[in-house]
């Protein structure tokens, strides 16, 4: 069970305190967030692992929990104002009812920092067991109502609140690009090794990893979000709109052809969830706090050391677990 609960605590933690979302001595909200990040990144992982598929089919279900939970569970999607900050102004489209910066944005935080780092980091410290079901099937249906009966709960709360904020159009939209990706999941195979050559080492994957997330987290960093007010890139919204895209389609076409390359280790796998966890890091500290109640800088930037620190300790661990 040691791998099924880590994932559980790793995967809120990854998700929001070391992103800079909250504080780590906040505990309700890491508590009320492992049954929502804990149990969906864990019900993924085992759904995905106990039918015998691989990585493209967890980043699909990764992709389609995001859009999920933004589009029904939180409505970050359609809420111009959520928590007091105009998420929205930047690219929006009255047509779309969002704007499109954003729902990239949310895109690549579930499907990578959200489920899929946390997940890498964890099998990599399973070991032998990096691939195989950590749950049996009582605990893994378990995992399910908990993970369904929570996002329910939580998505009518935020209706008692706000409201519906989306009409017809898009959450019907929404609800089929969702079904959509998880079709997609289950299409998707895994395949071995075929192309010729080798895949750069290690610490080459990492450095790009770096350089991808930091392109990432940069093209949302803009002043009228107020969400990041340094290092950010000042560019038009359609831009921003293109340079992801172009980013998702590189970053995907590179490692897909990396990956069936006969070296490809877990040692890679490794260094790609490092270099997403690390841009978290040094990315918490110009991001700003989301709370409802005052936060002062000092505590903040304790708690951002403090996560950034523990990912070090965390990453050094898996590392020399690969190595062994």
């Known amino acids: 069970m040691a791998p099924a609960i880590g994932l559980a605590l790793l995967a809120p933690l990854h998700a929001e305190i070391l992103m800079g979302n909250s504080t780590i001595t906040n505990v309700v909200v890491v508590v009320a967030l492992i049954p929502l990040y804990g149990t969906g990144a864990l019900f993924i992982?085992?759904?995905?692992?106990?039918t015998g598929r691989g990585w493209p089919t967890m980043l699909a279900f990764a992709l389609a929990y995001g859009m999920c939970e933004e589009a029904f569970l939180t409505q970050t999607l359609w809420d111009e104002n959520w928590a007091g900050v105009r998420i929205l102004?930047?690219?929006?489209?009255?047509?779309?009812?969002?704007?499109?910066?954003?729902?990239?944005?949310?895109?690549?935080?579930?499907?990578?920092?959200?489920?899929?780092?946390?997940?890498?980091?964890?099998?990599?410290?399973?070991?032998?067991?990096?691939?195989?079901?950590?749950?049996?099937?009582?605990?893994?249906?378990?995992?399910?109502?908990?993970?369904?009966?929570?996002?329910?709960?939580?998505?009518?709360?935020?209706?008692?609140?706000?409201?519906?904020?989306?009409?017809?159009?898009?959450?019907?939209?929404?609800?089929?690009?969702?079904?959509?990706?998880?079709?997609?999941?289950?299409?998707?195979?895994?395949?071995?090794?075929?192309?010729?050559?080798?895949?750069?080492?290690?610490?080459?994957v990492l450095a790009f990893a770096l350089v991808a997330g930091a392109v990432f987290v940069l093209l949302y960093a803009v002043d009228p979000t107020g969400l990041s007010p340094w290092l950010a890139i000042p560019i038009p919204a359609w831009v921003s709109v293109l340079i992801y895209l172009a980013l998702f389609a590189t970053v995907g076409a590179l490692v897909r052809h990396w990956s069936h390359r006969s070296n490809w280790s877990d040692a890679h796998r490794l260094a790609l969830a490092a270099g997403a966890t690390l841009t978290y890091a040094w990315h918490s500290f110009p991001w700003k706090v989301i709370s409802t109640e005052p936060v002062s800088l000092a505590a903040d930037l304790t708690s951002n050391a403090i996560m950034t620190a523990a990912a070090i300790v965390l990453l050094v661990i898996a590392a020399r677990r690969v190595s062994t």
């Open 89 to 204: 102004d930047y690219g929006y489209l009255p047509a779309l009812g969002t704007g499109l910066p954003w729902v990239m944005f949310m895109a690549g935080v579930h499907t990578i920092w959200s489920i899929g780092a946390p997940i890498a980091i964890m099998e990599t410290l399973a070991g032998s067991r990096c691939t195989t079901p950590w749950l049996g099937k009582r605990g893994f249906w378990a995992v399910a109502v908990i993970f369904v009966l929570y996002f329910g709960f939580g998505a009518f709360d935020t209706l008692n609140r706000k409201g519906m904020l989306a009409g017809p159009p898009q959450n019907i939209v929404a609800a089929v690009v969702v079904a959509g990706l998880v079709v997609l999941g289950l299409r998707l195979r895994r395949s071995a090794p075929t192309a010729e050559g080798r895949a750069p080492g290690p610490w080459a």
């Open 45 to 50: 992982r085992e759904a995905v692992r106990r």
